[in-house]
């Protein structure tokens, strides 16, 4: 007898839910059956399934104690796939290698992004960066599977569309970039997808922090371009059409200085990673290079600043108000949990939080709101990138069916 539409589903998303329960809490068939309210049958032949796929595997027995058979714990098995997630992070491509678990298995980066990158460039770095993960990743472990690649742009991006809206910040305007990227990328996967590069460091600092703090969560960019990122109640906010979250062009200062959007004043203009480098430092300054690796000029600042040179805690000082009265009003607004602070608010945390704090301590509307913890990203340059990956590991975990048997004998032939 043949399975009906409806039976076929049914079974593909409880496929999907036993897979993502065993990924998060690896446990037995038993207890997975009380905990997901399901028959002890159907657990243990959905488990078989995943077994077959090489998703999950049999633990090595333990005995519990108690008397009779031990059972099994269920694992998954991390390295039987695997997602490339790239963002463009000024001045750097970056990517990152995630398996099934979500776990990053290996970065790696590229310069130089900027404004006026040839798009070609774009392309061809991406596909370049995208490649060596995947062969570094394939000779780790043979049998993994490739399950997409996810792409981080900052500014306007469409994720349903596929294309680039507007990107001040690397010069894009209406491009296909998915379109584009199939083209290039053709022979690796057709599943690729694209989204804002905030959200994804959302997603990946959401992923971190957990039950800790991740279910309701601000994540700021920190880079030449100012973007955030939410997650509301565990799920990425994205807006109607993809474009929540631009706190960077929210206007903050009317007098300001000219924001690559055409405003004035806006977050970005007064506190992004080049607002804050023309603060600190003359143009000739060698921390203005933007030829110079981003990490050698920060780790300058951070010594001067050490050094209590006037000129760059000046800079930071007026940063650290602009940046607590943007947060005031966003906490105002959103309520977090946590906010994150990427880029390069990382290495001048401990410089400007107490401004920060202070700030917000004052402006925020409720005792309550100050709950809301403000912490810097550990991911360093590679929220995003790891946001991606994770964004787009999620093809097999939600649906565990496109991963071939491991019998067969082509294991890279999913489609998903
Ligand atoms: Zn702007």
């Known amino acids: 007898m043949s399975e009906s539409i409806d ?13 993502s329960e065993i990924i998060r809490i690896p446990r037995s068939r038993a207890q997975l059956s009380s905990d997901i309210d399901m028959t002890k049958g159907a ?23 108690s008397v009779g058979r031990p059972s099994r714990v269920v694992e998954a098995v991390p390295s039987r796939a695997h997602s490339i997630g790239i963002s463009f992070s000024p001045p750097y491509i970056v990517g990152a290698a995630v398996d099934l678990a979500g776990n990053v298995v290996r970065e790696e980066k590229e310069t130089l992004v900027q404004r006026f990158t040839p798009v070609e460039d774009l392309i061809a770095i991406t596909t370049a ?47 296909p970039l998915v379109e584009e990227l199939r083209l290039a990328l053709g022979g690796l996967t057709q599943t690729i997808t694209i989204d804002n590069d905030a959200t994804f460091g ?26 955030g990122g939410i997650v509301s109640d565990g799920v990425p906010f994205r807006g109607s059409a993809g474009y929540a979250g631009e706190v960077g062009h929210m206007i903050i200062n009317p007098d300001g200085k000219l924001c690559v959007c ?3 004043g806006c977050w970005e203009s007064e506190i992004g990673l080049n607002a804050f480098l023309a603060l600190a430092a003359d143009p000739e300054d060698p921390v203005r290079d933007g030829t110079i ?11 001067r600043a050490d050094a209590g040179d006037p000129r760059t805690l000046q800079a930071i000082e007026q940063v650290a108000r602009f940046l607590g009265l943007g947060l005031s009003s966003l906490i105002n607004i959103f309520n977090p949990d946590t906010v994150i602070l990427g880029g390069y608010f990382i290495r001048l945390f401990p410089f400007l939080i107490d401004t920060v704090q202070q700030l917000v ?34 093809a097999v975990v939600s649906n565990p069916a496109a991963v071939p048997n491991v019998t067969e004998t082509n294991p890279v032939a999913a489609s998903f």
């Open 361 to 394: 301590s004052r402006r925020v509307l409720s005792d309550d709101l100050l709950s809301c913890r403000i912490l810097h990203s550990d991911l360093e340059m590679y929220a995003a990138a790891i946001g991606a990956g994770i964004s787009a590991i999620d």
């Open 293 to 303: 690796d981003g990490n050698e000029r920060i780790t300058a600042i951070v010594q």
């Open 262 to 264: 055409g405003n004035l």
């Open 7 to 19: 039976q076929i589903d049914m079974r593909q998303s409880n496929l999907a839910l036993v897979l």
């Open 202 to 227: 959302a997603i990946a600092e959401a992923r971190r922090l957990g039950a800790d703090g991740g279910r309701n969560l601000l994540y700021l960019t920190g880079s030449s371009a100012m973007g």
């Open 129 to 175: 960066i995208t490649t060596r993960l995947h062969k570094a990743v394939r000779e780790r472990s043979p049998r993994s599977v490739l399950a997409g690649v996810a792409v981080g742009v900052p500014d306007l991006v469409d994720p349903s569309a596929g294309v680039v809206r507007r990107s001040p910040t690397v010069g894009l305007v209406d491009y």
């Open 43 to 65: 657990v243990g032949n959905l488990v078989n399934e995943l077994i077959d796929r090489g998703l999950v595997a049999l633990a090595t027995a333990t005995h519990s104690g």
